[in-house]
Every structure is written in C-alpha cells, then in structure tokens.
Nanobody, 115 residues
Framework: QVQLVESGGGLVQPGGSLKLSCVVS????????MGWYRQAPGKQRELVAR???????DYADSVKGRFTISRDNAKNTIYLQMNSLKLEDTAVYYC?????????WGQGTQVTVSS
C-alpha cells in the first residue's frame, strides 16, 4: 500500500520560511516524477513544483525564485523549501506521484502565512 505523508506545515509570518517533507512508503520514488501541489480555500488544486527522475525541476510562476523542490531517493523523501512566503501562499500543500493516479496523494499539510 502506497502512503505519502507530508509534514512541516505551520503558521509563519510574511517573509518567513518553511520546509515541507513528504515521506513515501510502499513504492520507490526514484521511479517517478514527484510533485508538490497546493489548494487554497475556494480554489482549485494547483501545481507548485515538480522534480523528474532526472532531477529536472519546474515551478509555478508564482513561486519561482522562492521555492525549491528536492528529492532524496535514499530516504524515499521529497522536500519543498519555501522562502519569502507571502499571504497568498496560504494553502494545504500536497505531495504527489502523478503516475499513481488517485493513490498518489498524501493527506496534505496546512501552511498559513499571516501577520
């Protein structure tokens, strides 16, 4: 059974930083492109960042230069370093393995940016 467990969310002031983690069990992440998505209240879930098996990354325009996705295949874990956080980054952040369809989602971790 595949499980993705996110952690690291919390409350942070604008301009602050957080680092999210996603530990995967039941499969080997080195086989997959891994992604982070987010969903703000009343909005659709959107792609934040993605890292291919070759280490190629891409980002939503809204987070470029502020967020960094990384993967540690040995730990079966991906990360999202978020710097210079803005109010509009407030959302539930989800780890994703697109190739696994509905099974490829974690439960999410809440990130709240507020002064």
């Amino acid at each position: 059974q595949v499980q993705l467990v996110e952690s690291g969310g919390g409350l942070v002031q604008p301009g602050g930083s957080l680092k999210l983690s996603c530990v995967v069990s039941g499969t080997i992440i080195s086989f997959y492109t891994m992604g982070w998505y987010r969903q703000a209240p009343g909005k659709q879930r959107e792609l934040v960042a993605r890292a291919s098996v070759y280490g190629i990354t891409d980002y939503a325009d809204s987070v470029k230069g502020r967020f960094t996705i990384s993967r540690d295949n040995a730990k079966n874990t991906i990360y999202l370093q978020m710097n210079s956080l803005k109010l509009e980054d407030t959302a539930v952040y989800y780890c994703n393995i697109e190739a696994l369809g509905p099974r490829g989602w974690g439960q999410g971790t809440q990130v709240t940016v507020s002064s």
